[in-house]
């Protein structure tokens, strides 16, 4: 098994017809995602490489029924465009887009909710996310495959490239990952960290969990909570930004030390005190979820 | 400008409250289609800017496609009390268990926005109004800051001054796109008036483009050279007090970067994103931008590449090389390449001989060589 996506992925596009929509839709294509089509308002009835386009998030659904969408649209339609693909039907919405509008992700965030309750039936990630990868079964995003084998490693990453990071470092040391999963660096996430250990915890394949973590927000402080209360399985994490400036936005929308509120230091301790181990740099976080995988004597898959 | 009941049902769904799915049409044949589409049992109502529309017979029910069109045939072109029906909205017929009433409104008299509410609805809500007024809830808007206020203790006398600001922050808040509206401190004077002493505001950048007049706002006057200039290259740079440049791509990775250069014992002098699938120009643009800050004694390039590939980056490096004076070829350049392409960007570096550059092949041991070189202590390449 492995989380969210998978062989069982139907995957639809929105955005498909633009630069980055199409070259990321063919690149998840060729790794093996099932990619049944795209929507792009006004393109109806085109094609990409074969992809059937549609105009809306109702047709593709009820041409091609779609489980998985990726929200590749510019950040003004893709509020409007992570609705349409929820109400059409479909369970899990992966939003790409960066550069949302905060006020739009509060919106969107309480809609699906109301709109879905439990949160079971309708899941977003993102937006601003690279996305969910299974290696060996499906990619759905912009994360670069290659550096990925199927194993027992859970991620959750806030960042792409720091995911990457940590990930390539426990693959050289032999070990594989069931599901990396992008949750975004924006300050209202549809999935928070404690959305995905939920289901790395119920997920067979997981054994362990990487969790990456930086300053902004409570989301770590929430995971530790979780973690310490409900997760039977090892839980390592790292946090990015013990040297941000308070007030300063770095990189990410919601990478920002606010007051005294969001400090890096303040998260590797709330998850310490339950705890979590947590790594001082990317390599250090790698050895110990190496060392913890090592005793506990599991094959890399 | 009054709407019809089916352009306001679109106006409220856009604004997230739930409406039954349906179709406006012109034709008897368009709405048993419509009516196909949505789904049997249906509703098929006069669109016209009048009450009184079920009496007169413009609202009805159809369970098929029959019914839906003798009903769209009868509707179309009646005539209720002048108005002629030209549309029809046809929308799926909902179940009700209850029936409540909403409203917010202009109140004339008390010059405030009012909220209404009333489980008596879906009947003449002035019958309500006179006959049980105690069923229909009033409430001004500004009743709620007012309670707030109260519950903060706010002395008596500037209770109403107080909630004024409130509702004023909320209204800054929602229309500007801010993600912070304060005041603090809030005072009150002498003479009891309640008074912003002063102002912290953010608005959020990624709404700019719904406040065009906001755009100028930014206090370029006073911000730094450097990060203005990269903001107009759409790069990611946050000006540190060290000595060590730093570039990487992706913002969790350069974070990370600044820490372990940190830990390593040294003084990190930027943030700089250069963002996933950077080419060759904006390598070299973010060399410049680095190389800006008088401060700099060594610079830390940290390349994990994903989307980016490490063979841009050393092209942007060498070409960025190229261009800067003796002064910027003083400063050692600490290069770290890994993933995408890594072995041909390493291979590019090695080839183009570049005074004063060194690689690394690890984060932390880019991080330890930088920080010997920043403080004067050589390296070996």
Known sequence: MSVLVDEHTRLAVAGITGREGSFHTLNNRRYGTNVVGGVTPGKGGQDVEGIPVFDSWEQAVAECQPNTAMIFVPPRFAADSILEAAAAGVELVIAITEGIPAHDELRVYNLLKRDHPGGRSIRLIGPNCPGILSPGKANVGIIPASFFTQGNVGVVSRSGTLTYQIGNEIARAGFGCSTIVGIGGDPVPGSSFVDVLELFQADEQTELVVLSGEIGGSAEEEAAEYIAERMSKPVVAYIAGFTAPAGKQMGHAGAIVSGSAGTAAAKAQALEARGVRVGRTPTETAEIAVEVLGRASLPAA | ???????????????????????????????????????????????????????????????????????????????????????????????????????????????????????????????????????????????????????????????????????????????????????????????????????????????????????????????????????????????????????????????????????????????????????????????????????????????????????????????????????????????????TNDLEGRRLLADAHLPNVYTAKTMNEAAEKVVALAAGVGAAA
């Open chain 2, 1 to 339: 400008m009054d709407l019809l009941e089916y352009q306001g049902k679109q106006l409220f769904a856009r604004h997230g409250l739930r409406v039954s799915p349906g179709r406006a049409v012109t034709t008897v044949e368009d709405a048993v289609a419509a009516a196909e589409e949505v789904g049997f049992p249906v509703v098929i109502k006069a669109q016209v800017l009048i009450g009184g529309r079920g009496k007169a017979g413009g609202v009805k029910l159809a369970a098929d496609a029959d019914e839906a069109r003798e009903h769209a045939r009868n509707i179309l072109g009646m005539d209720i009390r002048g108005h002629i029906v030209r549309k029809l909205w046809v929308e799926h017929a909902s179940d009700i268990a209850a029936e409540y009433y909403a409203a917010v409104l202009l109140d004339r008299s008390a010059k405030k926005p009012l909220v209404m509410f009333s489980v008596e609805g879906g009947v003449d809500i002035e019958e309500v109004a006179e006959r049980t007024p105690e069923k229909l809830i009033r409430r001004h808007v500004r009743e709620q800051a007012v309670e707030i206020a109260t519950a903060g203790a706010a002395d008596a006398d500037v209770v109403e001054g107080v909630a004024d600001a409130l509702l004023a922050l909320y209204e800054v808040w929602l229309e500007e796109d801010a993600t912070l509206a304060e005041i603090n401190p809030l005072i009150v004077t002498p003479e009891r008036e309640v008074k912003a002493l002063d102002a912290k505001v953010s608005l959020d950048g990624n709404a700019l483009y719904r406040h065009p007049d906001s755009d100028t706002l930014s206090d370029s006057e006073n911000e730094d050279p450097i990060e203005r200039r990269a903001k107009e290259q759409g790069l990611q740079y946050v000006k540190l007090d060290g000595d060590i440049g730093i570039l990487g791509n992706g913002a969790g990775l350069v974070m990370s970067t600044l820490d372990v250069v940190a830990g390593a014992g040294g003084r990190p002098a930027n943030f700089l994103d250069a963002g996933g699938g950077s080419d060759a120009e904006k390598v070299k643009q973010a060399v410049e931008l680095i190389l800006e800050n008088d401060a700099i004694k060594a610079v830390l390039f940290n390349i994990f590449g994903g989307i980016t590939r490490c063979d841009e980056v050393a092209r942007g490096l060498i070409a960025a090389f190229a261009d800067i004076g003796e002064s910027g070829r003083s400063i050692p350049f600490v290069v770290r390449l890994d993933g």
